[in-house]
C-alpha cells in the first residue's frame, strides 16, 4: 500500500478515545502477480482464473489474471489494521457488495469512513475498493473494537516473505524470443534429457537445432519422449569426439551460431572448441558464467568462474572478469558491477586471491578491462549487502550492489552457484564465453526453464558479439520482480 512513513515516536493506529464520526482514510494499492500468488497460498483457493502464466479465465478466453473478490476484501482488512482504527484493532463484522472485478495492473483505492461510535469501543465505518479511475470494486460495512491505547512502529516487527517466481528469465526469454531462431549445433543429444532440451527450445522458437551424433541413439531417445525428428536435420556421427569436432566445423562453414553440449563429456567437446587449429578461439581465455535468477533479486546474478578454470592465475582472471562483463552488457546490465570475492574484503598477503583481486580493481580502473565497474577484494556478504558494506566502512560503487561475483577458484564458484540454486530457489543458466561463438552447457540436473534461459542467453550474447549492442537495454529495468 502506499503510505507516508511515520516516525517511530508517532502512533501508528487512531485509539478509541481520539476517534470522531466521520474520520476516513483511503490508501492506494497496486495489483500484482505477487499479490496473487501469495493470496493463493495464504487462502488455498487454486483456482486458475485468479493466477497469472494461466491461459484459463473461465469463459475460454486468455487474458490478465482476475483478482480474487475475498483478496479486495482483505484490501479493506488491511486498512482497518494498518491506519483506521490501526493496530490493535478487531473485526466484529464485515458486510461485503462486489460490484466488479480488479486484474493485475489496477491502481485501487481502498478507502473507510467512521459513521457510529458506541461506549463499547465499537465503530462502524463504510468501506470501500474503487479503481483508481473511480469505478466501484466493492462497498460495505465494517463494525470494529477500536484499540484502547497507542502502539508505535516499534511495537510491530512482521517477517518478511519472499515469492519464489523467476520474472528475470521470462524478460530474458521473450527478448530472445524477439530474434529469428538462431542455428546451433547440438553435440550428441542422444539422451532424453538433451534432445529433450533441444527440442524445447525449438519449439520455444529460442534456436533450429543441427543435431550431430548418433542416429540410432538421436532417435531411441526421440522414442523415448515420443517426439519427431522429422524436418530436423541430424549428421550421424557415432564417435561423440568426432561429433564435437564437426559441430565446430559448421561454425567454421557459417552453419551454426552456437553450440550445444548434449550427452557428453564437457572435456570432449572443450578439447574442439579451445584447439588452436579450427577451434573456435578468440584471442582470450575461455570461461563458464553463470546467470542466476534469485528470487527477490532486482537483476540477474552472474557468477564466474564455475566450470572450466580450476585455479585461475591473474592473467587468466582478467579473461575471466572481461568475458563476464562482455556477458552482462549483453543481457542489458551496463554498466555491470563486479565484486571481486575472497574470504575478506581486505588486502592480506597470506591470502593470494586479496592480492588478485586489488590488481583487477586497479586494471579496470587503468582502463586494461574495459565496460565495468570492479572493486576488490570484497567478501561475500559485503559485495552484496548494502548493510553489511556499511558496517564495514566499505566506500564502494560496487560494495553491497555486485551484480558480478568473480570467485577466486573454480571450487568457490561451483559452490556458490549450487547453494544459490538449492537454498536460495534460482535458477540458474549457464554458457561458455570468450569464444568466438557462444558454447551452451546444459546439465542433467536443469529443469526446462534453465534449459531455455541457457538457450535465450547465448542468442542475446549472439546478437552482443556480431553488433556490440545488447537485444534490450532496458529488459531488466521493468522486470516483475
Same mark, same amino acid.
Given at each position: ?38 493470496? +493463493? ?202 561429433? +564435437? ?10 552453419? %551454426? ?11 570432449? &567437446? ?24 534469485? $528470487?527477490?533479486? $532486482? ?52 591470502? $593470494? ?6 590488481? &583487477? ?83 542433467? %540436473?536443469?529443469?526446462?526453464? %534453465?534449459? &531455455? ?19 534490450? $537495454? ?8
Amino acid at each position: 500500500m502506499t503510505e507516508t512513513t511515520e516516525p517511530e515516536a508517532m502512533p501508528v493506529n487512531v485509539p478509541f478515545a481520539s476517534l470522531t464520526i466521520g474520520q476516513s482514510v483511503q490508501v492506494e494499492h497496486l495489483c500484482t502477480a505477487n499479490d496473487l500468488i501469495v493470496f +493463493a497460498h495464504a487462502s488455498g483457493n487454486r483456482n486458475p482464473i485468479h493466477l497469472p502464466a494461466t491461459d484459463f479465465t473461465g469463459d475460454g478466453q486468455s487474458d490478465a489474471p482476475v483478482a480474487p473478490s475475498m483478496w479486495l476484501a482483505s484490501l479493506i482488512s488491511a486498512i482497518l489494521g494498518n491506519r483506521l482504527p490501526g493496530p490493535g484493532s478487531l473485526y466484529l463484522s464485515q458486510t461485503l457488495a462486489f460490484a466488479a472485478r480488479a486484474k493485475v495492473g489496477d491502481r485501487l483505492i481502498v478507502k473507510a469512513t467512521v459513521t457510529s461510535i458506541a461506549d463499547n469501543r465499537a465503530i462502524t465505518l463504510d468501506t470501500s475498493v474503487s479503481t483508481a479511475e473511480g469505478a466501484l470494486l466493492v462497498s460495505g460495512e465494517a463494525q470494529v473494537r477500536a484499540p484502547d491505547h497507542p502502539l508505535y512502529l516499534g511495537d510491530i516487527d512482521v517477517p518478511p516473505v519472499q515469492v519464489q517466481k523467476h520474472a528475470l528469465f521470462d524478460a530474458m526469454l521473450g527478448a530472445a524470443q524477439s530474434l529469428p531462431p538462431m542455428p546451433v549445433a547440438v553435440v550428441a543429444p542422444d539422451d532424453p534429457n538433451s534432445l529433450g532440451g533441444a527440442l524445447l527450445a525449438r519449439y520455444e522458437g529460442l534456436i533450429v537445432p543441427i543435431l550431430v551424433g548418433s542416429k540410432a541413439r538421436i532417435s531411441e531417445a526421440a522414442e523415448t519422449l515420443s517426439v519427431s525428428l522429422e524436418g530436423l536435420e541430424l549428421i550421424d556421427i557415432d564417435d561423440e569426439p568426432a561429433s +564435437a569436432g564437426r559441430a565446430v566445423q559448421l561454425v567454421h562453414e557459417g552453419r %551454426a551460431n552456437a553450440v550445444m553440449k548434449g550427452h557428453l563429456h564437457t572435456d570432449g &567437446l572443450l578439447k574442439h572448441v579451445v584447439k588452436a587449429d579450427g577451434g573456435l578461439r578468440a584471442g582470450k581465455r575461455i570461461s563458464h558464467v553463470f546467470v542466476m535468477d534469485v $528470487p527477490g533479486w $532486482p537483476q540477474p546474478i552472474l557468477i564466474t568462474d564455475a566450470a572450466i578454470n580450476i585455479t585461475p592465475d591473474l592473467k587468466t582472471k582478467v579473461d575471466i572478469v572481461q568475458n563476464a562483463i562482455d556477458l552482462a552488457r549483453a543481457i542489458g546490465i551496463n554498466p555491470p558491477k563486479v565484486g571481486i570475492l575472497s574470504a575478506v574484503e581486505t588486502v592480506n598477503p597470506a591470502i $593470494p586471491s586479496t592480492i588478485d583481486a586489488a590488481v &583487477l580493481s586497479k586494471m579496470a580502473e587503468r582502463g586494461q578491462i574495459k565496460g565495468g565497474i570492479v572493486d576488490g577484494p570484497l567478501a561475500m556478504d559485503n559485495a552484496v549487502d548494502v548493510g553489511a558494506a556499511r558496517t564495514k566502512g566499505i566506500t564502494s560503487l560496487v560494495a553491497g550492489h555486485a551484480n558480478v561475483l568473480v570467485a577466486p577458484n573454480l571450487e568457490a564458484g561451483n559452490m556458490l552457484a549450487k547453494e544459490l540454486t538449492f537454498l536460495a530457489h534460482a535458477e540458474a543458466a549457464g554458457l561458455l564465453v570468450g569464444a568466438s561463438v557462444p558454447v551452451i552447457l546444459t546439465s542433467r %540436473a536443469d529443469d526446462d526453464k %534453465a534449459r &531455455l534461459a541457457s538457450c535465450a542467453l547465448a542468442a542475446l550474447y549472439d546478437v552482443w558479439l556480431r553488433t556490440g549492442k545488447p537485444v534490450d $537495454p532496458d529488459m531488466f529495468a521493468t522486470a516483475d520482480t
